[in-house]
């Protein structure tokens, strides 16, 4: 299996900044993208932004400019730097990675736990 284990989420002030990050470990052969999406509570998980192992990006609608998604391929840990955060942000952020654990297995998608983003006065 492969796991993934977020950390970094919390509560924060509206304008303030957050780096979340996630570790994924266990039978991992290759790491094709690493990811974060969020879901609010009554709405629809959403992609926050991805990470291919060659280092394209790619940003969810209205993501760009305050959110940053970042790796450590050498740690297969993928961070999302978050700035200028506002009460609408607040979610739950989920690391998924697109991942096969073996040569010749098809690669499937994994995701963590969640960590909760609070952004409140």
């Known amino acids: 299996q492969v796991q993934l284990v977020e950390s970094g989420g919390g509560l924060v002030q509206p304008g303030g900044s957050l780096r979340l990050s996630c570790a994924a470990s266990?039978?991992?052969?290759?790491?094709?993208?690493m990811a974060w999406y969020r879901q609010a509570p009554g709405k629809e998980r959403e992609l926050v932004a991805a990470?291919?192992?060659?280092?394209?990006?790619n940003y969810g609608d209205s993501m760009t400019g305050r959110f940053s998604i970042t790796t450590d391929n050498a740690k297969n840990t993928v961070y999302l730097q978050m700035i200028n955060l506002k009460p609408e942000d607040t979610a739950t952020y989920f690391c998924?990675?697109?991942?096969?654990?073996?040569?010749?297995?098809?690669?499937?998608?994994?995701w963590g736990q969640g960590t909760q983003v609070t952004v409140s006065s």
């Open positions: 998924n990675t697109y991942s096969s654990r073996s040569d010749g297995e098809p690669p499937r998608a994994y």
């Open positions: 266990g039978s991992i052969f290759r790491i094709y993208t």
């Open positions: 990470i291919t192992s060659g280092g394209t990006t």
